[in-house]
């Protein structure tokens, strides 16, 4: 089983209107659609759907948002023992996407159900990988939570994805959380990031893997993927597709990468191995950019002329 722990929000996404909005009035704004997101709610979703045996590991809202969370959890074959709920709201994320399908987001998070996840006993037997990331890990009380849910899995040698997924305007104090960060390397297996986190963080994929982690993977938008680990250095182009938003698109990779992956070691790959699996990733990366808002691909959707995934 892999369990993807941290938050669920609703993203608040313009309405793609053809020709502008309707009436075309100044200064007038374009209608905003509820769509469930986060970005570690959005890599369980995605496990789900390409067929991986996945729980969400969160604190989830009792009202009406949170109750369409935890039921598209369920719809997408996510197991939801591992929810904490709460009568806190639900946190929002406003999201405003630029011409090119990038999305830049507004949050409200004060006292929201996803900052009072407390950390559980334990996880369920046979658990082989847990994610983390994003909101999560930079909100208190919850961050503190989440960070020693990462110290204890990788302690009990399952296999940890981070994915930082950075949102600048939520971290009080740049500094403090670089030094965190570099804290949660001596227990990370895969670093994911983009361009933008890395450039955000300061350092490189080289002094990554000499804190700890055993593969980095570096998404570059439409420049495509590439992984490096103390052997190799292997890219993969982006998949050409028409883009109507990048919303998930990462979170995606994610959870292609952890699923492709199986049971194997990170260090046990070759540069064909990981030439294949970045290759997977990409091709779902693909399917949710081709979707307005964050709508990862079923398995079916991944399969080749062969029907291999």
């Not at 939801?80 to 639900?90: K, S």
Request: proline letters at 9%; aromatic letters at 6%; hydrophobic letters at 45%.
């Amino acid at each position: 089983m892999i369990v993807v722990a941290g938050e669920s929000l609703i993203d608040l996404v313009p309405d793609p209107v053809p020709g502008g909005v309707p009436g075309g009035a100044p200064g007038a704004l374009a209608p905003l659609l509820p769509r469930p997101g986060g970005g570690p709610y959005n890599t369980a979703v995605a496990l789900g759907r390409i067929g991986a045996d996945v729980a969400f590991c969160s604190r989830v809202s009792t009202d009406a948002f949170g109750e369409v969370l935890v039921e598209r959890l369920r719809a997408a074959g996510v197991a939801t023992g591992l929810v904490q709920r709460g009568p806190e709201p639900t946190t929002l994320a406003v999201a405003s996407v630029g011409p090119d399908g990038s999305a830049r987001y507004g949050f409200y998070v004060e006292g929201t159900a996803d900052r009072f996840f407390a950390l559980p006993e334990r996880l369920p037997d046979g658990v082989r990988a847990v994610v983390f990331g994003t909101c999560s890990l930079a909100l208190e009380p919850g961050a503190s939570a989440y960070e020693a849910l990462l110290r204890r899995s990788s302690r009990a040698s399952a296999l940890t994805l981070l994915d930082p997924n950075v949102r600048p305007g939520l971290i009080p104090d740049a500094e403090v959380y670089r030094e965190r960060f570099a804290g949660w390397l001596p227990y990370v297996s895969v670093l994911k990031l983009s361009e933008e986190d890395a450039a955000w963080l300061g350092g490189s994929p080289e002094e990554w893997l000499a804190a700890g982690p055993g593969a980095v993977v570096l998404t570059r938008g439409a420049a495509g993927l590439t992984v490096f680990t103390r052997g190799h250095e292997v890219s993969v182009p982006a998949v050409p597709v028409r883009v109507a938003d990048t919303i998930g698109a990462g979170d995606t990779v994610s959870a292609a990468l952890l699923h492709g992956l199986g049971d194997r070691p990170v260090t046990a790959l070759s540069a064909v191995d990981w030439r294949e699996l970045l290759g997977y990733a990409a091709r779902a990366a693909a399917v949710t950019c081709s979707r307005t808002g964050a709508e990862p691909p079923y398995a079916r959707e991944l399969r080749g002329p062969g029907g291999e995934s």
